[in-house]
């Protein structure tokens, strides 16, 4: 449970509107995941993600990813 809140918790800043900058923000969130583990993360936090990333990122975030 405490490598979860921590993972939580690291990832939050990442998900906020200015930390979709390009290819360095896509690397930091990208390991953060890879880290914990994709198939740890739970749904409800991997929709939180994606939908954070598509209300968010401009076209350089999606052309580095």
């Known amino acids: 449970q405490a490598r979860k ?3 939580i918790t690291d990832v939050r800043p990442l ?3 200015s930390a979709f ?4 923000a896509i690397n930091n969130l ?3 995941i890879d880290d914990f583990g994709s198939e740890e993360v739970e749904p409800a936090l991997r929709m939180e993600i ?4 598509c209300d968010n990122a401009a076209n350089h975030y999606f052309r580095a990813w």
Not at 21 to 24: P, S, V, W
Not at 50 to 53: E, F, R, S, V, W
């Open 5 to 7: 809140d921590s993972f």
């Open 30 to 32: 990208v390991n953060l």
């Open 50 to 53: 994606l939908t954070k990333i």
């Open 15 to 17: 998900l906020q509107p």
């Open 21 to 24: 900058g390009g290819a360095r």
